[in-house]
Every structure is written in structure tokens, then in C-alpha cells.
């Protein structure tokens, strides 16, 4: 019990450091509210809310999954590392994907209640 409390004290400083430190990620989240917030403004179905809820999630956790791999790499090496400059351009790369499919969620559930 007390080992699955210090794990959850864990996470919770890596969401802090995180969500505090990577200015990506701030302005993920604040777009995230943002679309929360328009989602309850237009009475979203359950479905619906499933949809935003995994997509919000998909995006901040690629971020932090990215956040975590560039930390790694500065650990390993500060000099200039073909390796390293692929694990860090992968990883920016699966966030750019996971940005580009939100925007295309965003647009396919939000358009058809704004303008249908
Ligand atoms: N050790 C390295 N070796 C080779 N290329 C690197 C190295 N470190 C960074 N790079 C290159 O510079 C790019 C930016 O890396 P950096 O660590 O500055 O990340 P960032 O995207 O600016 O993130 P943040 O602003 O959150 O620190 C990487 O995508 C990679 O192409």
C-alpha cells in the first residue's frame, strides 16, 4: 500500500514538472479546456465526450511521453549524436501527429454542431 502511494506521489511530480516546465504542453492543456468548456456550451453526446476526452489525452500524453525521451537523451549526451537527433525528431514527430489528428477530431465534431 504504502509502495503503490509513493508510485501515485511519483506520477504526480513527473504531471507537475511536466504540465509547470514544457510550454507545449501548457498551451495543449489550455486549448484542451478551451474545447472542454465548448463541448458542455454545445451539449456534446456521451460519444462525443469519449472521443474528446481520448483525444485531449492522446495529445498531453505524447507530449509528455516526448518531454521524457528529451530528457533521456540530454542525459545521455549534450554532444551532437546522430542517434540522439533521431530519438528526438521521432518523438517531436509523434507529438506533430497526434497535434494534426486532434485539429481533424476538433473540426469533424465541433463543425457539424456550429454550422450544421
Ligand atoms: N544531442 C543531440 N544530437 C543531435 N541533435 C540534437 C541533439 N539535441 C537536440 N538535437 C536536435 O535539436 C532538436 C531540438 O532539440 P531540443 O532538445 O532543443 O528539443 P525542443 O524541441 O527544442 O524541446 P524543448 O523546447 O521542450 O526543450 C531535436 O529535434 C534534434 O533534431
Not at 506521489?9 to 479546456?33: E, L, V
Amino acid at each position: 500500500m504504502k509502495k503503490l502511494i509513493s508510485s501515485f506521489k511519483y506520477a504526480f511530480q513527473g504531471i507537475q514538472y511536466a504540465f509547470t516546465t514544457q510550454r507545449n504542453i501548457k498551451i495543449h492543456f489550455g486549448i484542451g479546456i478551451i474545447v472542454l468548456l465548448l463541448g458542455i456550451y454545445l451539449k456534446l453526446s456521451l460519444l462525443q465526450w469519449c472521443i474528446l476526452f481520448l483525444t485531449i489525452n492522446m495529445v498531453i500524453t505524447a507530449e509528455m511521453i516526448n518531454t521524457a525521451l528529451e530528457k533521456t537523451i540530454d542525459l545521455v549526451t549534450e554532444e551532437y549524436r546522430i542517434l540522439a537527433k533521431i530519438v528526438k525528431d521521432v518523438a517531436a514527430g509523434a507529438v506533430l501527429i497526434s497535434a494534426i489528428f486532434s485539429v481533424i477530431i476538433g473540426i469533424l465534431l465541433f463543425y457539424p454542431k456550429i454550422f450544421g
